[in-house]
């Protein structure tokens, strides 16, 4: 099995300087994103090791609403390990939260809020902003990003301003779509499971229209349990 240092030798960040967004996905061998509703009954012990030094890489995560009900992000944090690794480099002890919500259909009692470490970002529109933003005043920091529709642009242009250049996205697939489209994803990580799911379940890519999108592979480890790590990066 990859040991967590080498994990974080094979997924090392070359300067942060540059703004940078970096899918994490989990899929099935045959392309399912999900097994009964969640990407996570797909992973594996090093999967769940990946994620966590990934988050410790980044400035910033950055999920969908609908990922935040379906697998819930109360209290996501890095480890007291990985703190230290964050203080070594000049980091904050814990990567930002974000959560991306056109409607703002989020409760501000819901774990992702109320055990948050670290006070939460929404990203939202100028409308859904202007009838709603009060009521996630206590929780969390509305930041509006476009009239009706969110720009992904500004959303990491207003990332940048505040020094959060490393941006891990883990979904959902709806969101790595519009980063897609925008031409806004500069790397990919996917884990591919040992499992054959069936079904109904979608592709980590969802609502981007087809197109030859091409990218190099920079990185490949498997680990004892029959999971394939990919490491993908634009050209």
Known sequence: MPTRSQLFDAYALHGRDGMRV?????????????????????????????????????????????????????????????????????LDDQPALAVVSGGLHLDPADAFFTDAVRKPVIVTTDAAAAVAAERFESVATVMACGEDDIDLAAVLAAFARRGWTQVLCEGGPHLFGALLEADLVDEVCVTLAPRFVGGDAGRIVQGAAEGDRRFERTGLMTDDEGFVFLRYAAT
């Open 22 to 90: 970096r899918m994490n996905f989990i899929s099935s061998a045959d392309g399912a994103v999900t097994l009964g509703g969640q990407s996570g009954a797909l992973g594996g012990d090093t999967d769940r090791e990946l994620m966590q030094v990934l988050r410790a890489m980044a400035d910033v995560v950055l999920v969908g609403a609908g990922t935040v009900r379906a697998e819930g992000y109360g209290g996501l944090k890095v480890d007291h390990g990985d703190v230290e690794w964050r203080r070594a480099r000049g």
